[in-house]
């Protein structure tokens, strides 16, 4: 099986470490377009929607922020018009300066032409759905922005363990819980939310925040029910091919909202292709079911991306 959509492929190149070595966040590169599109290739992925690092999307000092971000959208936009037909682009602000970040936003959409918003699950102790943010969130909601929400460290950590290994997928939860907590998915429904890694712990644990719909605060800030805000969502399978994933993301959304994602080049070439082994052949979709995991569903949400691949056959 071939042509898959990839909406999680990161961007560790060189241009985007110099630009963060330039503003004194130390940083390796070593991704190019050429090799990327060579291991997509091998792989029968057939585009990527690229985004940095996620530690560029959490910087928390806005001297370095602003610069970075500006610098990042600059290169991922131009990988994406040299190639159309082959990738898309997320765009990454600085939400720090949430007034740079409306401006950056702005920029990214009409002077560059990208597809969506990576958001990180928060900055430094806030997650996503603080106060402090709101106003991007309000911004977004206004082009009905379609938004990848990825993990990052948490301020807290775990001693000699890396934050991918557990911080992450916990972070993806705290998050969701912090946009039902403040009334951020209730507001802003015309934002598209596609849930890195298929939502961390929060499809294993929605029972539980179900109980308290109709309580304070959800009773405010989540009338709907916490059930009806996650079927509103898109699931990436990207570290989620395993046993223990599916069952419990199949109870939070239907096969119509899980896309496609492989967290390359975190995830190595051989670890992409052991992902997608398992998705075919051993997750239980039914092909119907996995030719709209892979792209059918994902091609509604990038229509700039969709027809530059149509038009290049």
């Known amino acids: 099986m071939d042509g898959f959509i990839d909406v999680h492929h990161h961007v560790p190149s060189a241009e985007i470490a110099e630009a963060a070595t330039q503003v004194g966040i130390p940083m390796a590169g070593a991704w190019t377009p050429e090799t990327a599109m060579a291991a997509m290739d091998a792989s029968g ?107 990052t460290k948490s301020h807290i950590g775990i001693p000699n363990l890396s934050p991918a290994v557990v911080d992450f997928p916990v972070e993806t939860t705290r998050a969701i819980g912090s946009l039902l907590a403040s009334g951020a998915l209730e507001r802003y429904e015309n934002l598209t939310w596609v849930i890195a890694h298929g939502g961390g712990c ?25 059930l009806a805000y996650l079927r509103r969502m898109y699931f990436d399978v990207a570290v989620t091919c395993h046993p223990n994933a599916f069952p419990s993301l199949r109870t939070v959304t239907d096969t119509d909202h899980i896309v496609f994602g492989t967290d390359y080049p975190a995830f190595s070439q051989q670890d992409v292709d052991e992902a997608m082994a398992f998705l075919v052949n051993e997750s239980g979709f039914t092909d119907d079911e996995l030719v709209a995991i892979a792209s059918k569903n994902i091609k509604p949400l990038f229509p700039r991306l969709t027809a530059d691949m149509a038009a290049a056959g």
């Open 45 to 151: 992925i057939a585009a990527a929607v690229l985004t940095p690092t996620i530690f560029v999307a959490d910087v928390s000092d806005p001297g370095a922020a602003v610069p970075l971000h500006r610098a990042t959208n600059d290169y991922l936009s131009g990988v994406a018009r040299r190639w159309p037909h082959r990738f898309g682009a997320f765009a990454t602000l600085p939400l720090v300066d949430p007034d740079a970040a409306r401006a950056e936003l702005d920029r990214a959409l009409d002077d560059l032409g990208m597809d969506g918003v990576l958001l990180p699950s928060g900055v430094g102790p806030d997650l996503i759905g603080a106060e402090r943010f709101d106003s991007v969130l309000a911004a977004m909601n206004d082009r009905a922005v379609v938004i990848h929400l990825h993990p």
């Open 202 to 226: 929060f499809p294993y644990i929605a029972g539980r925040v179900a109980r308290s719909d109709g309580a304070e605060p959800f009773t405010t800030t989540a009338p709907q029910g916490t």
